[in-house]
């Protein structure tokens, strides 16, 4: 049985101060998505989307926004107040289409 989809809620700006990532987990993020952790703080600080992402055992959360005008989806956890990026890789269509969604949403009540 497939998982539904999640329940995507809009974030204007999160509020992480501190980012981190395992060194290995970068350069393998790299190799396969060819994104960079270091590029994708930006994606947290304009308007995006997040959903929680089961079955991993620690709480981790799907974000998704924009990079250099590309849609990126961002999984991280946060542990000890900073947020720790797990993986990040091109934005799937339900993913962009959940993206903008929220953003035209927005858009509807008057916020740009």
């Known amino acids: ?39 994708v703080k930006e994606v947290f ?5 997040v959903a929680p992402s089961y079955g991993y055992g620690e709480s981790r959360w799907t974000a998704v926004g924009l990079l250099d005008d590309v849609e990126i989806t961002v999984v991280f956890t946060i542990r000890d107040e900073r947020c720790r990026l797990i993986s990040a890789r091109r934005a799937r269509h339900y ?18």
């Open 1 to 39: 049985m497939a998982k539904p989809p999640p329940n995507f809620v809009l974030v204007e700006e999160a509020a992480f101060c501190e980012f981190e990532w395992d060194e290995d987990k970068r350069e393998g993020n790299w190799n396969t998505h060819e994104v960079d952790f270091e590029d």
């Open 45 to 49: 600080r304009h308007p995006h989307v």
């Open 95 to 112: 993913e962009r289409n959940a993206y903008y969604e929220a953003i035209h949403k927005r858009s509807k009540k008057g916020q740009n």
